[in-house]
């Protein structure tokens, strides 16, 4: 048999574990989202899927995993905050960044991540390790910034633009879910950065001072 005979099978094997994978994936955020997270079993994921519990696991390590398991998209992310010019706010950097990955409208991606979002009001558990996550989300992208202006490790400046960005697309999302994912999310981002931008400039009370001064250790580039 020749090596490119040979290839046929395995590719085929390839592609139908892909489609398995995904499929139990897409089973469980169904689930979750209808029945609620512990009213879900691995049992119930399989079956929808017309595979064995075993098969499940062979593609995820539990049930909590499988909403969890895709976060390469986050490399991807923090090296476009890299790549962005210094000119460039930290905010703005990160909201440019982000806004450049998105992909086009598709009312498959909406719908899957409104399911995400209402899996993860399902169960504490799930909050709990998502929680986690944005943890690591948010000193990833204050690491990305600081990397921008050739720190060796993040900064006061490039923790709190971090986290001030990251609060900024999670009220977002969190907005953009509610209402169906109806509104085009790169205008509602540019939307929140704007005001998470006014916010920071808005005038400090009777004292006359401002929230300038502050925004310029979120701003400043450089």
Known sequence: MHAKDAAVPSDRRIRKA???RAALADAALRLFAEKGYENTSVEDIADVVDVGSRTFFRYFSSKEDVLFADLDTNDLFLEAIRQQPI??????????AYIALLPPPDPAVIERTVLMKKALESSPALQGRNVRL????RDGIA????????????DGQTLMA???AQTVMHLTFDHWAALGGRPDIRKELRR????AMHVL?????????????SRGAVRKSA
Request: hydrophobic content about 35%; proline content about 4%.
């Open 18 to 20: 892909s489609r398995t």
């Open 87 to 96: 000119r460039m706010s930290d905010l703005d950097a990160v909201r440019e």
């Open 134 to 137: 944005q943890i690591e989300f």
């Open 143 to 154: 690491s990305a910034l600081a990397a921008r202006r050739g720190l060796k490790k993040p």
């Open 162 to 164: 971090a986290a001030i």
């Open 192 to 195: 929140f950065f704007g005001m």
């Open 201 to 213: 400039d808005e005038p400090r009370g009777s004292s006359g001072e401002t929230r300038g001064r």
